[in-house]
């Protein structure tokens, strides 16, 4: 079998990773070999997606044991579209980071990191084990605990207290999670779990079992329990909150919907239910705290808590629309997430504020940059030629089809005030009197404007361009309807 | 057995949460610490029984063997715990250090920016 290019996506930030640490002083040659190893990422990605469209899901069974025996790697649409996102995005953000991260962050191991975070992350989206899921995302949040600290300024290290304290708790929670699943049906592979928790049906205890999980991905997803999230994210510098507010909580999010539709999808009225209101309080909640702040990075921060609550709404529609609008808001977020983090963090490096108040006139210095921001708020808001609008038609559309005019009214009503949290930004910092001269005018580096361009290029082309992911996103959420290609492509029979 | 052994789990996390829920920041890695190990006992338990057959070795002429995952698992757990251990009680002295204090209620909130 030909399927070992499945790995590729975790194995080569990994080897990178190891090999960056030995050319620790040269930074020169970290930064060359890290893009070309993210270009590899890429390029390997794209092939296994385009593959899929032929051959199916493919799966890797490691050392030859043969599901539900072995630990496995599976490649359906849905996970490999997020890992085609999130190399790309990571790629970008690299290039960031060459101009703004310092020397300082550079020697100390800042880039390994990246890569150990990008490994942790693929790993977590491609693997077939639940188990392995659990160490994924381990790798993951190590590597997330060192991003966090690394510089050692006190909000950093007085923030990463709580944020390392508080997964600590949800691993613990996720491995109880697996502790009882395990005890109840006795094996760990998902495809394998979905077949045995359908024979023996989704009775009370294996719904409670399912509400531990739920509570697990809301911790690193930030659905409801998002209050550690926006102290966190602020904290880090520029190019880690934007790896963070665009993979991090993606993970948890791509979980639940794995967990939800493929394990435990038979009690919706009480599983679904559950994550639907938690998704309409966390878009609630996340709106409140984007309008309260006057600091732009708890803005932005609150408007990734938005973002789960309206992504996770698709799933708890769980109709194959909803499903298709939440893959593309997750691809979408991806990227514009980003972005906003970005240029937040361009902001507070021009100016040296954080307050909104103490901005003003920007866009006289850096037409550029406001600009920018004028399309991420677009793309944001789901305005037509931008990639917000093809996920907020489909999940419109997806909540018309169940009769959940509820989470539809919140949903909409969450992108009104994501609008107006972002204009606050707008109108306060970059119109209005210029106090910033000409003469201490700190420039801006091509090297930060760049990615942010490219970010943007990206949100345009989606938008623009959508009929070319129409069907990889169809068939991913195909599969995600219908767990039954996905339990016989692992199994193949052999139950 | 097992009934001791999940008592004794419940046990460890009665005191696990009482060591998190405390001001002092030693007290509260302490407490990961000793709720890890509550879910490594958890896992051995609930995966199938503690010992029931013979060890899962092809030299052994046994009837049953016992069953051999929970324990890679919890192999595997006690390692990222470990790690996660170590790191947190690192970040813990590098806080001290630069704060002056372990205490968690003088650590909230941020306002040197």
Not at chain 1, 303 to 309: D, E, L, Q, T
Not at chain 1, 379 to 386: A, F
Not at chain 1, 472 to 486: G, K, Q
Not at chain 1, 487 to 494: R, S
Request: aromatic share 12%; hydrophobic share 55%; net charge neutral.
């Amino acid at each position: 079998m030909m399927n070992n290019i499945i790995v590729m996506p975790m194995i080569i930030p990994l080897m990178t990773g190891i090999i960056l640490i030995f050319l620790r002083t040269r930074v020169n040659s970290q930064r060359i070999l890290s893009i070309l190893s993210s270009i590899a990422t890429i390029a390997v990605s794209l092939v296994i997606l385009n593959r899929i469209q032929h051959e199916g899901i493919l799966r890797l069974d490691f050392g030859g044991w043969l599901p539900p025996y072995g630990i496995l790697f599976v490649a359906d649409s849905f996970s490999m579209l997020l890992v085609v996102t999130t190399s790309i995005v990571t790629g970008i953000l690299l290039i960031y980071a060459f101009s703004s991260i310092g020397k300082q962050h550079e020697n100390m191991f800042f880039y390994p990191f990246i890569f150990f975070l990008v490994a942790g992350v693929n790993g977590s989206f491609l693997t077939g084990d639940l188990f392995n899921m659990f160490v994924c995302f381990e790798v993951m949040l190590l590597s997330s605990y060192v991003l966090i600290t690394m510089g050692g300024r006190r909000i950093q290290l007085v923030e990463s207290i709580k944020y390392v304290t508080i997964n600590v708790l949800s691993s613990w929670f996720f491995l109880i999670g697996i502790a009882y699943l395990y005890g109840t049906v006795g094996t760990l592979n998902m495809a394998h779990l979905s077949v045995r928790v359908a024979e023996v049906g989704q009775g009370p205890l294996l719904t409670v079992i399912s509400l531990m999980f739920l509570i697990v991905f809301s911790l690193k997803a930030g659905l409801l329990l998002y209050f550690w999230l926006p102290g966190s994210y602020s904290a880090p510098p520029t190019v880690v909150a934007a790896l963070f507010g665009a993979l991090l909580t993606k993970v948890g999010i791509y979980a639940m919907f794995r967990i939800f539709t493929l394990i435990f999808y038979h009690e919706t009225a009480i599983t679904h239910t559950a994550i639907g209101i938690m998704a309409i309080l966390t878009m609630i909640g996340g709106s409140i705290g984007a309008l309260a702040y006057n600091d732009i990075r708890k803005i932005v921060s609150y408007n990734v808590v938005i973002a789960v609550g309206f992504i996770l709404a698709g799933l708890a529609m769980s109709s194959e629309v909803a499903f298709q609008g939440a893959i593309y808001y997750l691809i979408h977020d991806m990227i514009v997430k980003a972005l906003l983090f970005l240029i937040a963090g361009t902001m507070i490096y021009l100016t040296g504020k954080a307050k909104i108040e103490e901005m003003s006139g920007l866009i006289r210095n850096y037409p550029m940059l406001g600009w920018l921001f004028f399309i991420t708020m677009l793309s944001l808001t789901g305005i037509p030629p931008l990639s917000g609008f093809i996920s907020k038609v489909f999940l419109g559309q997806g909540a018309i089809e169940t009769g959940s005019y509820l989470l539809l009214a919140v949903a909409f009503m969450s992108g009104i005030f994501v609008l107006y949290s972002l204009l606050r930004i707008f109108l306060n910092c970059f119109w209005g009197e210029t106090i910033i001269s000409e003469d201490d005018d700190v420039p801006l580096k091509k090297g930060m404007l760049v990615p942010c361009v490219l970010l943007a290029i990206m949100t345009v082309a989606i938008g623009i361009g959508v009929e070319g992911l129409v069907p990889y996103v169809s068939d991913a959420a195909r599969t995600l309807m219908n767990p039954d290609i996905y339990i016989e492509a692992v199994l193949q029979g052999n139950r | 057995m097992e009934t001791l052994i999940t008592v004794l789990v419940g046990l460890l996390v009665t005191v696990a949460v009482y060591l998190l829920l405390s001001r002092n920041l030693i007290r509260v890695i302490l407490g990961s610490a000793v709720l890890s190990h509550a879910a490594h006992l958890l896992l051995m338990t609930m995966g199938s029984g503690l010992k029931k057959g013979s060890a899962p070795l092809l030299g052994e002429n046994a009837a049953s063997y016992v069953d051999a995952l929970p324990q890679a698992l919890i192999l595997t757990a006690i390692v990222i715990s470990f790690a996660v251990t170590a790191f947190l009680l690192v970040l813990a002295y590098r806080t001290y250090k630069k704060t002056g204090t372990d205490d968690l209620y003088a650590l909230r909130g941020f306002d040197d920016e």
